[in-house]
Nanobody, 116 residues
């Protein structure tokens, strides 16, 4: 059974930084595509960033140059470093793990609030 546990959200002023972490249990982490998504009130969930098993990354245009996704395989953890945060980055951020068609899992979500 694979489970995801997120941490690192909080309240920050515009221009500040936060780092989100998502730790995965089980043995499939290093074989999975990991992603961070976010959902703001009244909006659909959207992809923020993803990283494949080969280390290839993909970012939403709105966060390019400000956010960085990375993994620590020995720790089964994926990170999202968020710099130069803007009020429009305020949302609940979710970690996602995709392992072929076997798993498509979500974390519980962590709130990020950026004040102006």
């Amino acid at each position: 059974q694979v489970q995801l546990e997120e941490s690192g959200g909080g309240l920050v002023q515009a221009g500040g930084s936060l780092r989100l972490s998502c730790a995965a249990s089980g043995s499939v982490f290093r074989l999975s595509t990991m992603g961070w998504y976010r959902q703001a009130p009244g909006k659909q969930r959207e992809l923020v960033a993803s990283i494949t098993v080969t280390g290839s990354t993909n970012y939403a245009d709105s966060v390019k140059g400000r956010f960085t996704i990375s993994t620590d395989n020995p720790k089964n953890t994926v990170y999202l470093q968020m710099n130069s945060l803007k009020p429009e980055d305020t949302a609940v951020y979710y970690c996602n793990l995709k392992y072929y068609t076997v798993y498509d899992l979500w974390g519980q979500g962590t709130q990020v609030t950026v004040s102006s």
